[in-house]
């Protein structure tokens, strides 16, 4: 197995943080077919998703995300184009939700 982590801090609050997090989430379960579970919690929520060969969950909060993806055999060898997208297509949107604020 291959792992892809990516963290990032904010100022967003978890309100604007949880808007966030399922924007993203949508996009990615339609543009990779992932099935999503989203958890939303007093302090923190949890997205678990999966499909075959990636499984993952991410952790929003009001200062940070923390997303953890593990990639089977077969997808390990999208691993660098998989941490590409995540850091582009995350880090568009907080972009964009600080220039809102």
């Known amino acids: 197995m291959s792992d892809v982590n990516y963290q990032q801090s904010h100022t967003l609050g978890l309100e604007k943080a949880r808007e966030l997090a399922k924007e993203w989430v949508a996009g990615a379960a339609a543009q990779l077919g992932l099935s999503c579970d989203y958890q939303e919690g007093a302090e923190q929520d949890t997205v ?15 200062t940070e995300f923390d997303l953890q993806i593990k990639l089977g055999m077969m997808m390990a060898a999208f691993k660098p184009m998989i941490e590409a997208e995540v850091n582009k297509s995350l880090g568009r949107i907080i972009e964009k939700a600080k220039g809102q604020a």
């Open 48 to 62: 678990t998703f999966e499909r075959m060969g990636v499984k993952g969950a991410m952790k929003v909060s009001g």
